[in-house]
């Protein structure tokens, strides 16, 4: 089975109670979250913050005191970011903003995303943990935001599942610390965090606001995206839905995600950025094209370029940076 072990086939097999076990750690969450006394507030981002609070940041690579140029700082990366993000991101999107180090990580360590359980377009995953890890399995809760469109549309569900896996927005969240104090701010502002928001801005994890999941989740966006397996069990949830059923929640039997388990070991899908497609490419080509020649009587042809920019940005196929500098280019 493809160097999986035991141990790490019977923790993604865990899935009887995965539900209660995920609902008691968001509720220890959010207790833990009520008590904290160290969090950088919207408010204090703002310029309202008082260095008495002697809060602590990690922005240029060393512990220190928080300045007043720290939260200049702070307010262009989370204005920055909001522009960046749009509420929803597909799985392969997901994939595309992430940064390598978690992409790698998800490639050497977590090899298993097996789904627990369904209920109107929300999906529950358990995945497995890395060797050095105090747990043996996370969970990572999906929505599908066009669940409800798929249900109201005509189109039959197996059709309506491949289209949702691979074009739907998503919102996600994982029960584990490198998403709760990495990136589950970042998803709040994004519009595409699952579960409790996060007003507290990461001073001290991530104040530069890279980065959108863990390898856990990235395991789930790559099953997500390209198990059959999977597009089954949504094509079952949007069957339910558009047949109105009583009972609209469903729990993957056990000899079910045990075939799931093994057909990932043994595939072991690789995750990686999506490159560009030929027209994606061409399309990229003719907007840097127009940028350069960019001037006051090519008005439209620039307007033109700045809407299929934009296309690009979305689609995770161009970064920010790309994005502000052809920007620039066509404005010039």
């Known amino acids: 089975m493809a160097n999986i072990n035991s141990a790490k086939l019977a923790a993604v097999l865990g899935i009887r109670g995965a539900a209660k076990a995920a609902d008691q750690l968001r509720k220890a969450d959010a207790e833990r979250r009520a008590k904290a006394v160290n969090l950088l507030r919207p408010h204090e981002v703002k310029g309202e913050y008082s260095a008495e609070r002697l809060l602590l940041t990690s922005l240029g690579g060393q512990v220190r005191l928080i300045t007043n140029d720290d939260l200049v700082v702070f307010r262009k990366n989370a204005k920055t970011l909001g522009s960046k993000l749009k509420p929803g991101l597909t799985a392969q999107q997901i994939i595309n903003l992430s940064l390598p180090e978690d992409r790698e990580r998800a490639n050497e360590q977590i090899r298993m995303a097996v789904p627990a359980g369904t209920n109107r377009g929300d999906i529950r995953f358990v995945t497995d943990a890395s060797a050095d890890s105090d747990v043996s399995r996370h969970y990572v809760s999906v929505e599908i935001m066009n669940f409800d469109a798929a249900v109201a549309s005509p189109t039959g569900p197996k059709a309506l599942a491949k289209w949702l896996v691979k074009d739907s927005p998503l919102k996600f969240e994982c029960d584990c610390g ?63 839905g558009q047949k109105g059923a009583i009972k609209q929640s469903a729990v993957i039997a056990q000899t079910k995600a045990r075939e799931i388990a093994a057909a990932q070991a043994r595939k072991n899908r690789a995750i990686h950025v999506k490159q560009p497609s030929k027209s994606v490419a061409s399309l990229k080509s003719a907007v840097i094209a127009t940028a ?39 404005k010039g």
């Not at 966006?221 to 094509?235: N, Y």
């Not at 033109?304 to 500098?325: N, P």
């Open 178 to 240: 490198r998403f709760t104090y990495w990136y589950r701010y970042i998803a709040t502002v994004g519009g595409f965090v699952k579960g409790r928001q996060e007003a507290a801005y990461p001073k001290l994890r991530n104040p530069r606001l890279s980065g959108v999941a863990c390898k856990h989740a990235l395991r789930v966006m790559k099953e997500f995206s390209s198990s059959l397996a999977v597009r089954w069990i949504v094509a079952g949830m949007v069957e339910r």
């Open 292 to 330: 350069r020649k960019a001037d006051k009587a090519t008005g439209m042809v620039v307007i033109e370029a700045q809407k299929t920019l934009q296309k690009l940005k979305d689609a995770g196929q161009i970064s920010q940076a790309d994005f502000d500098v052809i920007t620039m280019k066509l």
